[in-house]
């Protein structure tokens, strides 16, 4: 109860608790991508003009891992369906994906930075998380769209 009037949302998965800096970094991952990376699925433009409706910020590892959490390698926007296949019996098509999106050092120095303890800062993840949203307003701007 105290959570949700803190304006933190709690999922069901887990306890993992969602606050101002997910929020703010799902949309921008949404945002950026703007389609579901394994089907296409177009997102529909929010209120702001964004395509972030019917997408879902899916971490490749676990945002229980601080290190990999806000990183936009170790996210991508999937539809519901696509979130929840490569998020259950289907990891290795998922893993086969990053390899293929990072390339094999990308992919490995994220693999590293995954086993590699960070400190939660929630302050420095919004500050983070805000200034990559803010990266996508011209590319959104009403002038462009």
Same mark, same amino acid.
């Given at each position: 109860m105290l959570a949700r009037k803190a304006g933190i949302t709690v999922m069901s998965w887990g306890n993992i608790k969602l606050d101002k800096a997910d929020k703010t970094f799902s949309l921008y991952i949404r945002a950026r991508d703007g389609k579901c990376k394994r089907c296409g699925r177009a997102g529909t433009p929010n209120a702001e003009?964004?395509?972030?409706? /019917?997408?879902?910020?899916?971490?490749?590892?676990?945002? !229980?891992? @601080?290190?990999?959490?806000?990183?936009?390698?170790?996210?991508?926007?999937?539809?519901? /369906?696509?979130?929840?296949?490569?998020?259950?019996?289907? !990891?290795? @098509?998922?893993r086969d994906f990053k390899l293929k999106q990072l390339g094999k050092k990308d992919y490995q120095t994220l693999e590293i930075l995954h086993n590699t303890y960070q400190k939660k800062d929630r302050v420095l993840a919004l500050m983070i998380a805000t200034a990559l949203l803010e990266s996508l307003e011209t590319q959104y701007s009403p002038s462009n769209l």
């Open positions: 003009g964004l395509p972030v409706i /019917g997408l879902q910020c899916s971490h490749f590892w676990s945002r !229980r891992n @601080e290190s990999t959490r806000y990183d936009p390698n170790n996210c991508d926007a999937l539809c519901a /369906g696509c979130h929840f296949r490569w998020g259950g019996d289907y !990891r290795e @098509e998922y």
